[in-house]
């Protein structure tokens, strides 16, 4: 690895004592704990169980849970440094800790009940169990309102009818946050988020898809024929399901984005020590200026994203509107991460090509980046909506 780390040097954000040793202790536990292994779960696609378990422990997973509910109680700006580190090196873990995070605990503490709290934040903060967001469906992506999964209303309860697609922890989760329409008439109004549990009769996991990248990650389509939901599990009041989504997925869109940041952090800081480990042509090929001025274009773009992803998580702990921030955030270090990893591995040349140097892992890991939790069409349509408002 690099000796250099692109620390916001230059620019004080006063990152407290405890945010600090976020960065070192989840950098330190990537390198320790996640690197050995990374390329063979990849290859195998194989989810990291005991590097999630590991992950709970450390308190990885609930971060900005209250400790009252057996989270950290930290802010936003240090879940973003541990997801910045922890991408550095391995995509498929962070993407199982950002949506376990900021999709489903955040939603839970902000809108979920004092009983759904007491019943399910705990064991998703601690990692006992990890949880899944459901929004998309086979017809409904980047379309969300079109939800054709239901909920009717049956007195006590909802019987829930449907399918899921793309779903992250799909098949390892406990707990998941279902979406559903309820009320077809009222369109998104009437939409409603439900808590399910895994087993429940008529809830099936569906086929784990075989991904380009985060492919440790296990990602399911879900079936749900006639599942009997508690109303006790629903989120919000009747029909708050999409603004429930909505609200969750700005701040999952902050996780997103140091996700893409630390994919771009971690290929720079590898090509940046191969450029000087590799001779061509008599010298190290640092010492090219073609090569420098591509470290040279990264480096300047990695901070630019930096600097976005923590604005937009600062804002969150301010509690100020972050909207347009975490869409910026998530737009710019996607886009980043694309193309830094594509330099990383045009500077690795062929080694760049061959999955032991780690950046064709970055390059395809990249591109989620800049589909989930909203695709980078998405991020400029929420974007251009709050220019205007
Ligand atoms: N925050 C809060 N509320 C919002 C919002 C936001 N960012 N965006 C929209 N809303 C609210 C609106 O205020 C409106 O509510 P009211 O009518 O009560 O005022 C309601 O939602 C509907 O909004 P629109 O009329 O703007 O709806 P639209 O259909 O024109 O556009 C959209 C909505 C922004 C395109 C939305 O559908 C969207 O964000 N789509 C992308 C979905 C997405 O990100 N999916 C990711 C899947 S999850 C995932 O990837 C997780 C994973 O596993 C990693």
Same mark, same amino acid.
């Given at each position: 690895?690099?000796?250099?780390?692109?620390?916001?040097? $230059?620019?004080?954000?006063?990152?407290?004592?405890?945010?600090?040793?976020? %960065?070192?202790?989840?950098?330190?536990?990537?390198? +320790?704990?996640?690197?050995? &292994?990374?390329?063979?779960?990849?290859?195998?696609?194989?989810?990291?169980?005991?590097?999630?378990?590991?992950?709970?422990? #450390?308190?990885?997973?609930?971060?900005?849970?209250?400790?009252?509910?057996?989270?950290?109680?930290?802010?936003?700006?240090?879940?973003?440094?541990?997801?910045?580190?922890?991408?550095?090196?391995?995509?498929?873990?962070?993407?199982?800790?950002?949506? /376990?995070?900021?999709?489903?605990?955040?939603?839970?503490?902000?809108? &979920?009940?004092?009983?759904?709290?007491?019943?399910?934040?705990?064991?998703?903060?601690?990692?006992?169990?990890? &949880?899944?967001?459901?929004?998309?469906?086979?017809?409904?992506?980047?379309?969300a309102t079109s939800q054709?999964? +239901? =909920?009717?209303?049956? $007195?006590?309860?909802?019987?829930?009818?449907?399918?899921?697609?793309?779903?992250?922890?799909?098949? *390892?989760?406990?707990?998941?946050?279902?979406i559903?329409q309820?009320d077809?008439?009222k369109k998104h109004r009437g939409i409603?988020?439900?808590?399910?549990?895994?087993?429940?009769?008529?809830?099936?996991?569906?086929?784990?898809?075989?991904?380009? &990248?985060?492919?440790?990650?296990?990602?399911? *389509?879900?079936?749900?024929?006639?599942?009997?939901?508690?109303?006790? /599990?629903?989120?919000?009041?009747?029909g708050?399901g999409f603004k429930?989504a909505m609200?969750?997925? /700005?701040?999952?869109?902050?996780?997103?984005?140091?996700?893409?940041?630390?994919?771009?952090?971690?290929?720079?800081?590898?090509? #940046? +020590?191969?450029?000087?480990?590799?001779?061509?042509?008599?010298?190290?090929?640092?010492?090219?200026?073609?090569?420098?001025? @591509?470290?040279?274009?990264? =480096?300047?773009?990695?901070?630019?994203?930096? #600097?976005?992803?923590? @604005?937009?998580?600062?804002?969150?702990?301010?509690?100020?509107?972050?909207?347009?921030? =975490?869409?910026?955030?998530?737009?710019?270090?996607?886009?980043?991460?694309?193309?830094?990893?594509?330099?990383?591995?045009?500077? !690795?040349?062929?080694?760049?090509?061959?999955?032991?140097? !780690?950046?064709? %892992?970055?390059?395809?890991?990249?591109?989620?980046?800049?589909?989930?939790?909203?695709?980078?069409?998405?991020?400029? #349509?929420?974007?251009?909506?709050?220019?205007?408002?």
């Open positions: 690895m690099a000796s250099s780390t692109l620390e916001l040097s $230059g620019l004080n954000f006063n990152l407290t004592e405890e945010q600090q040793a976020v %960065r070192e202790a989840a950098r330190d536990f990537a390198r +320790t704990e996640l690197l050995p &292994g990374v390329i063979e779960r990849d290859n195998a696609a194989k989810f990291p169980t005991e590097q999630v378990r590991r992950m709970g422990e #450390l308190g990885f997973l609930g971060m900005m849970v209250s400790p009252d509910y057996g989270g950290g109680g930290m802010d936003t700006v240090s879940y973003v440094i541990a997801m910045e580190e922890i991408s550095k090196v391995d995509a498929s873990c962070s993407v199982i800790m950002s949506v /376990n995070n900021s999709l489903v605990c955040w939603g839970l503490e902000e809108f &979920g009940s004092e009983q759904q709290k007491q019943k399910y934040l705990t064991r998703l903060a601690t990692g006992e169990v990890i &949880g899944a967001f459901c929004l998309s469906e086979p017809e409904a992506g980047s379309d054709h999964t +239901t =909920a009717i209303d049956k $007195g006590d309860h909802y019987l829930l009818n449907g399918t899921k697609n793309w779903i992250t922890n799909g098949g *390892s989760a406990g707990v998941y946050l279902v559903a309820t077809l008439e409603n988020c439900l808590i399910v549990e895994k087993g429940q009769d008529g809830f099936a996991v569906g086929k784990k898809e075989d991904k380009m &990248g985060i492919r440790a990650s296990d990602t399911h *389509s879900l079936m749900f024929t006639d599942v009997k939901v508690p109303k006790e /599990n629903r989120i919000g009041d009747d708050f429930f609200s969750t997925l /700005n701040g999952g869109r902050i996780g997103i984005a140091a996700q893409a940041l630390g994919i771009a952090a971690g290929a720079y800081e590898r090509a #940046l +020590t191969y450029s000087q480990e590799r001779q061509a042509f008599g010298k190290k090929i640092f010492d090219h200026q073609a090569i420098q001025f @591509k470290l040279a274009e990264m =480096a300047t773009k990695i901070e630019a994203a930096r #600097l976005l992803v923590y @604005k937009a998580a600062r804002l969150k702990d301010e509690h100020n509107d972050f909207v347009q921030a =975490a869409a910026m955030a998530k737009l710019f270090a996607s886009e980043v991460a694309m193309w830094a990893t594509t330099e990383a591995v045009q500077i !690795h040349g062929g080694y760049g090509y061959v999955k032991e140097y !780690h950046v064709e %892992r970055f390059m395809r890991d990249a591109k989620i980046t800049q589909i989930y939790e909203g695709t980078s069409e998405i991020q400029k #349509l929420v974007i251009a909506r709050e220019l205007v408002k």
